[in-house]
């Protein structure tokens, strides 16, 4: 596992797009941070996240494709 920074107007959907390359990590994310009562698309508080570094659901293309850009979705 690694940490990482939320930014503002992040959701937990931006951060499963941006850290695993799609959208259906998010319940890792909920998962591996105890966020069970979050509303997955609301704007999460700038805050620390755990992520997992290997797993089978990240996507590298989508990844590369992102080259590193913080996901805000508007």
């Not at 931006?14 to 698309?41: K, R, T, W």
């Not at 494709?65 to 805000?72: D, F, H, T």
């Amino acid at each position: 596992m690694r940490t990482i920074e939320t930014v503002n107007g992040q959701s937990i959907y931006d951060i499963a797009v941006q850290e695993y390359g799609n959208v259906e990590a998010s319940f890792l994310i909920v998962e591996d941070n105890g966020l069970d009562d979050i509303d997955l698309s609301a704007s999460l508080p700038v805050r620390p996240l755990e992520i997992r570094e290997n797993d089978d659901a990240i996507r590298l293309t989508e990844l590369n494709k992102l080259n590193g850009q913080k996901v805000i979705s508007e």
